[in-house]
Nanobody, 119 residues
Framework: DVQLQASGGGLVQAGGSLRLSCTAS????????IGWFRQAPGKEREGVSC????????YYADSVKGRFTISSDNAKNTVYLQMNSLKQEDTAVYYC????????????WGQGTEVTVSS
């Protein structure tokens, strides 16, 4: 049974930091890309960052480059999203998702963790 558990959200002041965690179970981490997405109120979901579980390649949306860092601990089947220099526009519900390397779509989604950045 594939499961993704996102955690680490909370309330933080602008300029602060948070670290999100996504713990996966039920599949082999090395065969998947794990991505972080976010959805702000009234906006469409957008991709934030992702990491290839096999070779560690990463991707960042322009809006978070230089501020967010994605990393993985394959032994723990956990992906982290370190978010620094947070801005109010980073306020959203953050989701992690998994995509098998042979597929183009993300098949598995976590429940989301809410991040609120105050002024």
């Amino acid at each position: 049974d594939v499961q993704l558990q996102a955690s680490g959200g909370g309330l933080v002041q602008a300029g602060g930091s948070l670290r999100l965690s996504c713990t996966a179970s039920g599949f082999t981490f090395d065969d998947y890309t794990i991505g972080w997405f976010r959805q702000a109120p009234g906006k469409e979901r957008e991709g934030v960052s992702c990491i290839n579980g096999s070779d560690g390649r990463t991707y960042y949306a322009d809006s978070v480059k230089g501020r967010f860092t994605i990393s993985s601990d394959n032994a723990k089947n956990t992906v982290y999203l370190q978010m620094n220099s947070l801005k109010q526009e980073d306020t959203a519900v953050y989701y992690c998702a998994a995509r098998h390397f042979q597929r183009s779509a993300y098949d598995y989604w976590g429940q989301g963790t809410e991040v609120t950045v105050s002024s």
